[in-house]
T-cell receptor, first 113, second 113 residues
């Protein structure tokens, strides 16, 4: 799986958009970008994933650059409950051995009141 | 929570003793995983299973063994616990379908003195 690079920490004001960047310059054509988050002491939680098109769900939006070497997770209206570590993971979605995830260090997002 | 439970949730043990952690799921998922997470770091895969009696190693499997004698239970065993195995252990399952996302259990905090 391709390696990802994320800033170690970011701050965001409550109610504002949080934009979390991720670099994955060695991504392969069949690899997806996944985002998970981990709220303190809990297990990670799936947020969103995409291949090359921008994606949106009830939690967030994912913007992938045209060359697919980087992406941005957008939380449109951050709340205090969005304070968490956010992990950007690149992997092949259709592995026959299941969806093993390789976690990096992630970005600690702190949403301030 | 995809019906995942882990037991025990907390355990303190001494160096050299055997320890078994249990992951139990209620929804008949084929793939199950064990990760460990050390302070300030992302999760690292220990072992995973792709069916009853079918298991394979992850990136940090030394000192750990697993067993899966029935679909619902995936056991992680530390044959002789060491202080370096003090960590939080997360179990996960993969749901089939388009997202291929993983659902994580609540974690087991293990302290080896």
């Amino acid at each position: 799986d391709a390696k990802t690079t994320q800033p170690p920490s970011m701050d965001c004001a409550e109610g504002r958009a949080a934009n979390l960047p991720c670099n994955h310059s060695t991504i392969s054509g069949n690899e997806y970008v996944y985002w998970y988050r981990q709220i303190h002491s809990q297990g990670p939680q799936y947020i969103i994933h995409g291949l090359k098109n921008n994606e949106t769900n009830e939690m967030a939006s994912l913007i992938i650059t045209e060359d697919r070497k980087s992406s941005t997770l957008i939380l449109p209206h951050a709340t205090l409950r969005d304070t968490a570590v956010y992990y950007c993971i690149v992997r092949v979605a259709e592995e026959t051995s299941g969806s093993r995830l390789t976690f990096g260090e992630g970005t600690q997002l702190t949403v301030n009141p | 929570d995809a019906g995942i439970t882990q037991s025990p949730r907390h355990k303190v043990t001494e160096t050299g003793t055997p320890v078994t952690l249990r992951c139990h799921q209620t929804e008949n998922h084929r793939y199950m995983y064990w990760y460990r997470q050390d302070p300030g770091h992302g999760l690292r895969l220990i072992h995973y299973s792709y069916g009853v009696k079918d298991t394979d190693k992850g990136e940090v499997s030394d000192g750990y063994s697993v067993s899966r004698s029935k679909t619902e239970d995936f056991l992680l065993t530390l044959e002789s616990a060491t202080s370096s195995q003090t960590s939080v252990y997360f179990c996960a399952i993969t749901t089939p379908g388009q997202n291929n996302e993983q659902f994580f259990g609540p974690g087991t905090r293990l302290t080896v003195l």
